[in-house]
């Protein structure tokens, strides 16, 4: 199957910043037309991934889309498991796994009905690994790699791809209020012994997004600077 006249569609969650930013840019000069969803300002739409109807406006504002970019994410707390409280935990995976469901519920249809799609959904190495001190940020990571494996096997022969990005510790707004002792930690078990760039995420992100990469689907790549063992 290949893709739709250009030029293709894409919708990036979290696109005010970070990764998000990094990829909707990178779309662009790609000749992609995106359109970038946040709560924060300087996206072009705001948009509550956790709300349904919000959701819903979203994908109805925003009109058919070829590619799903699904960046939007919390850290939560960084808390042992016995200190950590319930809604912080129910609020890390409202963000970082339902926001993941209800977006791909919402625009799958869509894409499966035109024969072609792509879906990045924007997980973590802590996903593979649990870090400590970060077990709903983990364990919502793990979920969104969990549900990338099973949308993609159910989507296989449609021409719809899913695939998700573990990345290692990133330098992103997002990690600008991380548990310094937990960043650190990250730096320390990297062998590249440096932080990713959103721009190396990116370029990853839009080869997903792509023709060029046509034969994986329900796959996890990493991006861990040498810190992913499997």
Do not use: H
Not at 30 to 48: I, M, N, R
Not at 201 to 223: K, N, P, Y
């Amino acid at each position: 199957m290949t893709s739709p006249s250009l030029p293709l569609r894409a919708l990036v969650t979290g696109g005010a910043s970070g990764i998000g930013s990094a990829v909707a840019q990178r779309l662009r000069a790609d000749g992609v037309e995106v359109c970038t969803a946040d709560l924060a300002e300087g996206a072009d739409f705001q948009v509550d991934v956790t709300d349904e109807r919000s959701v819903e406006q979203l994908v109805s504002a925003c009109g058919p889309i070829d590619i799903l970019v699904n960046s939007a994410g919390v850290i939560g707390p960084s808390t042992e498991v016995a200190d950590t409280d319930l809604l912080a935990w129910r609020t890390t995976f409202a963000v970082n796994t339902d926001g993941v469901f209800l977006m791909c519920r919402a625009l799958v249809p869509g894409m499966r009905d035109r024969g072609w799609g792509r879906i990045v959904n924007l997980a973590s190495i802590a996903g593979k690994d649990g870090n400590p001190r970060q077990a709903a940020y983990s364990a919502s990571k793990a979920a969104v790699i969990a549900l990338t494996k099973s949308l993609g096997k159910e989507l296989a022969t449609t021409g719809v791809l899913v695939n998700a990005i573990a990345p290692a510790a990133v330098t992103t707004p997002m990690n600008a209020s991380t548990d310094p002792e937990t960043l650190s930690r990250s730096q320390a078990m990297t062998p590249m012994g440096r932080f990713g760039t959103a721009e190396e995420i990116a370029e990853l992100v839009t080869w997903l997004c792509s023709d060029r990469m046509s034969f994986s689907t329900g796959a996890v790549f990493d991006a861990s600077g040498g810190r992913a063992t499997y």
